[in-house]
């Protein structure tokens, strides 16, 4: 098995399409439910460039985790039963623990940090001095469930940031820091510490479970390869029910 710094860097050289078109064929849904193939829906680039673009790189880390909760609850007991481990002892930030997961991951791959954020909150979670703090710890990218704010400061950075929206409350006023390095969810779909995160600043935000990551890496040149194919014989004039009969098959 390759290293892992060497497994994303041939990750990177592909679309977040190519690797939910990979998941959809590896990964086992319950019955009932949908698939989503890893894809986390409605998050935009806002930083160091708001909007989708072609003009920054694709990248690829493992999952540093964070949840959020509403401000007037309590944190989850897996946080404060081991608080040095899942939680936020007093008197230190909570994003002063971003760097922890990547400075003990033997893999020197580097993290992603990606946070939860409680449905329906208007504050942000993450701004400018939050920015610049994940940014000295060597963070790669921040991927928010939720808002941000102060963009004049996240893109001075230059720290890759994702979100689904913007606010000008800060988090104080909604949310507090309930737990991390524990599985969370964004918008449907589970986000486990040291799953494979892939930031795509044209199609989007999509999370690799860390054990399917040979296996996503494996199929990517065949699925990539028989949609070449197929796409060429439609724009020869082929219908493209008879492409994909041809092209496409199971892997």
Same mark, same amino acid.
């Given at each position: 098995m390759a290293a892992l710094a060497t497994q994303l860097a041939t990750l990177e050289n592909y679309s977040?399409?190519?690797?939910? *078109?990979?998941?959809?064929?590896?990964? $086992?849904?319950?019955?009932? *439910?949908?698939?989503r193939a890893g894809h986390l829906a409605d998050l935009v680039p806002f930083s160091p460039t708001t909007g989708r673009n072609e003009t920054t790189p694709n990248i690829a880390a493992p999952a540093?985790?964070?949840? =959020?909760?509403?401000k007037d609850t309590h944190p989850p007991a897996i946080a404060t039963d081991n608080p040095d481990t899942y939680g936020f002892p007093p008197g230190k930030h #909570?994003?002063?623990?971003?760097? *922890?997961?990547?400075?003990?991951?033997?893999? $020197?791959?580097?993290? &992603?940090?990606?946070? %939860?954020?409680? %449905?329906?909150?208007?504050?942000?979670v993450t701004g400018g001095i939050m920015a610049t703090r994940m940014k000295?710890?060597? &963070?790669?990218?921040?991927?928010?469930?939720?808002?941000?704010?102060?963009?004049? %400061?996240?893109?001075?950075?230059?720290?890759?940031? #994702?979100?689904r929206a913007t606010s000008t409350v800060g988090t104080n006023a909604e949310a507090k820091p309930g737990a991390r390095n524990v599985p969370i969810n964004v918008g449907g779909v589970?986000?486990?510490?040291?799953? &494979?995160?892939?930031?795509?600043?044209? %199609?989007?935000?999509?999370?690799?479970?860390?054990?399917?990551?040979g296996a996503v890496l494996d199929n990517l040149p065949k699925l990539t390869g028989m949609d070449d194919k197929a796409k060429e014989a439609?724009? /020869?004039? /082929?219908?493209? /029910?008879?492409? =994909?009969?041809?092209?496409r098959s199971p892997l």
């Amino acid at each position: 098995m390759a290293a892992l710094a060497t497994q994303l860097a041939t990750l990177e050289n592909y679309s977040a399409c190519d690797v939910s *078109d990979a998941l959809i064929k590896l990964q $086992k849904i319950p019955a009932g *439910d949908t698939a989503r193939a890893g894809h986390l829906a409605d998050l935009v680039p806002f930083s160091p460039t708001t909007g989708r673009n072609e003009t920054t790189p694709n990248i690829a880390a493992p999952a540093t985790t964070f949840q =959020f909760i509403p401000k007037d609850t309590h944190p989850p007991a897996i946080a404060t039963d081991n608080p040095d481990t899942y939680g936020f002892p007093p008197g230190k930030h #909570w994003v002063d623990y971003a760097g *922890d997961y990547a400075a003990a991951d033997p893999s $020197k791959a580097g993290s &992603i940090v990606v946070i %939860e954020q409680p %449905e329906a909150q208007h504050c942000a979670v993450t701004g400018g001095i939050m920015a610049t703090r994940m940014k000295v710890l060597g &963070i790669k990218a921040a991927v928010v469930g939720g808002r941000v704010r102060d963009l004049r %400061e996240l893109r001075a950075t230059r720290l890759p940031i #994702w979100a689904r929206a913007t606010s000008t409350v800060g988090t104080n006023a909604e949310a507090k820091p309930g737990a991390r390095n524990v599985p969370i969810n964004v918008g449907g779909v589970t986000v486990s510490p040291g799953d &494979i995160v892939f930031c795509d600043p044209l %199609e989007g935000v999509v999370v690799i479970p860390r054990d399917l990551l040979g296996a996503v890496l494996d199929n990517l040149p065949k699925l990539t390869g028989m949609d070449d194919k197929a796409k060429e014989a439609v724009a /020869m004039g /082929m219908p493209v /029910m008879d492409a =994909f009969k041809k092209f496409r098959s199971p892997l």
